[in-house]
Nanobody, 126 residues
Framework: VQLQASGGGAVQAGGSLNLSCEGS????????MAWFREAPEKDREFVAG????????TYLDSVKGRFTISRDNAKNTVYLQMNSLKPGDTAVYYC????????????????????WGRGTQVTVSS
């Protein structure tokens, strides 16, 4: 699965962005997908994950109620709708696929995910 993320940008606090991650290959609809982010001088952290059919989602506590992950398998695309953005959300955001997870989200560790897209920068100013 090859992935390409887009939709980042610069917004003010309280604003919204919708990230997209388009994948290639028929396997896309069979794998769990996630968004991670990496801020300067910080480790890459799990933000949100979604199972192959969208029935199961999970979120980092600090984004619950503000971010929504979804997917459209017909379009081979996963989305991350980000509302009420805060300066602390500033980071490079990456989408990732867990091809060995049976379509589920097995955990939040980056090493579980074996396909990564190029990141997209999100900058939130106060």
């Amino acid at each position: 699965v090859q992935l390409q993320a887009s939709g980042g940008g610069a917004v003010q606090a309280g604003g919204s962005l919708n990230l997209s991650c388009e994948g290639s290959g028929r396997a896309f609809s069979q794998v769990g997908m996630a968004w991670f982010r990496e801020a300067p001088e910080k480790d890459r952290e799990f933000v949100a994950g979604i199972s192959w059919n969208g029935d199961s989602t999970t979120y980092l506590d600090s984004v619950k109620g503000r971010f929504t992950i979804s997917r459209d398998n017909a379009k081979n695309t996963v989305y991350l709708q980000m509302n009420s953005l805060k300066p602390g959300d500033t980071a490079v955001y990456y989408c990732a696929a867990d091809r060995a997870g049976g379509g589920l989200i097995r955990g939040r560790t980056a090493t579980l995910f074996d396909s990564w897209g190029r990141g997209t920068q999100v900058t939130v100013s106060s």
